[in-house]
Antibody
Framework: EVQLVESGGNLVQPGGSLRLSCAAS???????MNWVRQAPGKGLEWVAD????????SYVDSVKGRFTISRDNAKNSLFLQMSSLRAEDTATYYC????????????WGHGTVVTVSS | DIVMTQSPDSLAVSLGERATINCKSS????????????LAWYQQKPGQPPKLLIY???TRESGVPDRFSGSGSGTDFTLTISSLQAEDVAVYYC??????????FGPGTKVEIK
């Protein structure tokens, strides 16, 4: 079964840091991978993506310089290092696979919750 | 960035009736070299992650019931549920993947039973 399982979400104070992980299984991990977030009661926001070999990374403007996406292909894992966290980063963070032939987001994890609050 | 809008914000439809959701992009998402619209639709039920329904604006993902259909081209798109079932209660999002990596989503349309 194709599966993405996120972990690492937690309550953190403003200005703090957190590292999210995503474990992939059931497929060969050489896909573009993404993080998408959803604030409570709000819509979906793409956060970052990474090339299958890790050589190309992109970010939404609001997280540039604060978040870093990375992957460990040997361990079929995706990561999101988050620093200088703000209240507006509070959201469920989804690990998402980008379909190889059609580019849409075809596999989603169940998400991990990040709450930034004092 | 390409801005996505959806209408209506919500709609209530009787079981077995048709539900229609519209999505508009601020610029065309039609890639002329392959004549494909880089537009997808997702369904999100309460407490669940989004699920891909439609890609290339009109291609159903494997396993998606054929009561779901997508249409449109360029900047204007529609998701139609031909005969609403109780399990279709959800929020539906459109998504453009033309302007990579600046992917953007519509604000969502909530579908309920009348």
């Amino acid at each position: 079964e194709v599966q993405l399982v996120e972990s690492g979400g937690n309550l953190v104070q403003p200005g703090g840091s957190l590292r999210l992980s995503c474990a992939a299984s059931g497929f060969t991990f050489n896909y573009w991978m993404n993080w998408v977030r959803q604030a409570p009661g709000k819509g979906l926001e793409w956060v970052a993506d990474i090339h299958p070999d890790g050589s190309v990374k992109s970010y939404v403007d609001s997280v540039k310089g604060r978040f870093t996406i990375s992957r460990d292909n040997a361990k079929n894992s995706l990561f999101l290092q988050m620093s200088s966290l703000r209240a507006e980063d509070t959201a469920t963070y989804y690990c998402v696979r980008e379909g190889r032939t059609m580019g849409a987001f075809d596999v989603w994890g169940h998400g991990t919750v990040v709450t930034v609050s004092s | 960035d390409i801005v996505m809008t959806q209408s209506p914000d919500s709609l209530a439809v009787s079981l077995g009736e048709r539900a229609t959701i519209n999505c508009k992009s601020s610029q065309s998402v039609l890639y002329n070299s392959n004549n494909k619209n880089y537009l997808a639709w997702y369904q999100q039920k309460p407490g669940q992650p989004p699920k891909l329904l439609i890609y290339w604006a009109s291609t159903r993902e494997s396993g998606v019931p054929d009561r779901f259909s997508g249409s449109g081209s360029g900047t204007d798109f529609t998701l139609t549920i031909s005969s609403l079932q109780a399990e279709d209660v959800a929020v539906y999002y459109c998504h453009q993947y033309y302007n990579t990596p600046s992917f953007t989503f519509g604000p969502g349309t909530k579908v309920e039973i009348k």
